[in-house]
Each structure stands twice: as C-alpha cells, then as structure tokens.
C-alpha cells in the first residue's frame, strides 16, 4: 500500500511539474523590427505619370510621404513596411503602390497604379534613403 501512495505522489507531482507551452499568449503583440527602414526616403517614378516622391519611415515601420506629379498634382502617402522591407502605401488619389526596402544597399523600388477607371496608370518607383 505504501508502494501504491508513493507512486500515485510521484505521478501527480510529475505531472504538475510540466510546464506549459511556450509560445505567447494570443494577445501578445509581437511588433516586427522595422527599424532598419526608419528616416527619409526619396526618389522618383515614370510610367503613366512621372514626378517625384518623398517618404518618410518612422521605426515603428509607418510610412507617410508626398509624389510631386509632373503635371503639379500633389498626393499624400501612407502605408507601412514589414519586417523584409515589403511596403504597400495607399495614394490619396485612390491609387495604391508596393514594393521593396532593402535596407543593406539603401535603395527602394516598387510599382504604382491609380485605380481610374476611365484613365487607368501605371508605373514604378526607384529611390534611396537619405
């Protein structure tokens, strides 16, 4: 009997002794690292429409910037980049824009549309960081 209750004290202890899973709990936020990107972005873009840009990337990977288009339009910027330097940034034109940081080499590029149906543009960005 002795036997018995010394076994069923270690099992129980056994078992109480496992620890949990270790991956976070589902309201734990984890924030990707978009420092790399952080500060002033510029550059230009062609296509369909032609001008320059100017972002600027906080560390929390928001981006918001300004596209002087050639023909004296201005358009505001916002969006965000992940963590591999993926951007997508929406136009204030309804027009909508993505592409790639690449923090190693301090340039950026990515491909832009307008979204008009009656006057559908397209084109592409190129740039570097300050």
């Not at 027009?95 to 592409?124: C, I, M």
């Amino acid at each position: 009997m002795k036997n018995i209750v010394l076994a069923a004290t270690l099992i129980t202890l056994t078992f109480l002794s496992c620890s949990e899973d270790d991956t976070p709990p589902e309201d734990t936020i984890i924030t990707p690292d978009t420092t790399i990107y952080e500060g002033t972005w510029r550059g230009t873009f062609s296509g369909g429409s032609s001008g320059t840009w100017i972002w600027e990337v906080s560390g929390t990977g928001k981006v918001e910037g300004t596209s002087y288009v050639g023909n004296g339009n201005v358009h505001t910027q916002s969006g965000s980049v992940s963590e591999s330097g993926a951007f997508n940034l929406s136009i204030s034109n309804g027009g909508s824009s993505e592409g790639q940081f690449n923090a190693e080499d301090g340039t950026v590029t990515g491909t832009w549309k307008n979204n008009d149906q009656n006057n559908p543009l397209n084109g592409t960005y190129i740039g570097t960081k300050d």
